[in-house]
């Protein structure tokens, strides 16, 4: 039995349909059909059934999937065991905020690949909340205040963010000095978000108004250049923008609490080499670029 096989039949399985499985694997639709097709006939059960909306499992294809999946882990956990040290083979899928991934982050999944030639990494950039589980992703790097769930988390560093204005928008409306203040001017948000604000050791909550919003921490920095209102963002993004003076930082006294990042993964005994790799060197590009996320403060 091919392990190759059983890691298509799963990835089938959890992303519901040979077309969405065969993205995630990076692999024709022909291919992933035939391996399924090999792996029934070598069990000798259908383990899909087919349907026009995709793939739905039979009773045996959700027995043997949990079988599949362990026995796949086992594998890349053996085959790590072995390898040379340092030496990372297989396939890295990685979920990265499009904010400011491509310009901070990109660098380290780059270098990354550099160092280790046999790994394939996949990155997918976006600031929507994937699914790591149904997605198929290995782990995620997530920025903020994190809720809970199930999934496991590693701190890699802290972001700090401020509120900033322009300051053709100070000019013309002013700049608030206490959080009540916040309510008589334009906010620049992701949605109905609430802003956390501290106020000495309390934290003050305060619901923001404004007639603009995007869901790219980029373009609201942009809208908040073009004077359009406040914005509350991490100084990773921010930082060329008040460097040049085209944005300023306000309530100075009132910061938010600091957030952090993370490299977030599915469940598991332990991680995956490659993850506890990505964690580190990501530490690492933290400590030293501190500028960019706001710690040389």
Not at 30 to 43: D, G, K, N, T, Y
Not at 90 to 103: C, D, E, Q
Not at 234 to 249: E, Q, R
Request: aromatic letters at 6%.
């Amino acid at each position: 039995m091919d392990i190759e096989d059983l890691r298509t039949f799963v990835e089938v399985a959890d992303a519901g349909g040979v077309s969405a499985a065969a993205r995630r694997l990076g692999v024709s639709k022909s291919i992933v059909s035939r391996r399924l097709f090999r792996l029934e006939a070598e069990l000798g059960a259908q383990l899909l059934a087919r349907t026009t909306r995709g793939a739905a499992l039979t009773e045996a294809g959700v027995t043997f999937r949990d079988h599949a999946a362990r026995v796949s882990a086992e594998i890349d956990l053996a085959r790590e065991t072995i390898l040379p040290a340092g030496d990372l083979r297989g396939r890295l899928r990685i979920a990265v905020p499009l904010s400011f991934g491509p310009t901070h982050l990109a660098p380290v999944l780059a270098d990354m690949a550099r160092h280790h030639p046999h790994l394939h990494i996949h990155t997918s950039y976006s600031d929507r909340f994937v699914d790591l589980i149904t997605e198929g992703f290995d782990c995620a790097i997530r920025v903020g205040y994190l809720q809970d769930s199930n999934l496991i988390a590693r701190r890699v560093g802290p972001i700090y963010g401020k509120l900033v204005a322009s300051p053709d928008y100070i000019k013309a409306h002013g700049s608030p000095e206490t959080p009540d203040e916040l309510a008589a001017h334009q906010s620049l948000m992701q949605g109905t978000e609430a802003w956390q604000l501290m106020d000495g050791d309390k934290i003050v909550t305060v619901q923001p108004q404004g007639r603009f919003k995007a869901d790219n921490a980029t373009a609201l920095a942009a809208a908040a250049a073009a004077g359009l209102g406040i914005a509350w963002l991490p100084d990773c993004i921010t930082y060329d923008y008040v460097v040049s003076g085209a944005l300023v930082p306000i309530m100075t006294r009132y910061p938010p609490p600091p957030a952090g990042a993370y490299v977030i993964r599915p469940p598991g005994q332990h991680p995956a080499r490659k993850i506890r790799i990505l964690t580190e060197m990501l530490i690492e590009h933290f400590e030293r670029n501190p500028h960019l996320w706001g710690l040389d403060r």
